[in-house]
């Protein structure tokens, strides 16, 4: 999916990667920046899913007297 510079968001497009070659360097950035964040949130998964099987319950999912 592209955003295009200047257009807002009903003129993004699926574009092939073959026809981005021009911008291949910013793809590259994309892929690894996505990469990273997707890692990051499995991790995230993973120690939630720990936890909740330990019958720990995260901060965010506990109640708070207020």
Do not use: C, P
Request: a positive charge; zero cysteines; charged letters at 40%.
């Amino acid at each position: 999916m592209v955003r295009w510079k200047g257009f807002i968001a009903e003129h993004n497009t699926w574009e092939k990667e073959i026809d981005l070659e021009n911008i291949r360097e910013t793809v590259v950035k994309f892929k690894g920046r996505m990469s990273t964040e997707v890692r990051s949130q499995e991790k995230i998964n993973r120690v939630e899913d720990r936890d909740f099987r330990r019958g720990k319950l995260l901060v965010k999912y506990t109640a708070e007297s207020i």
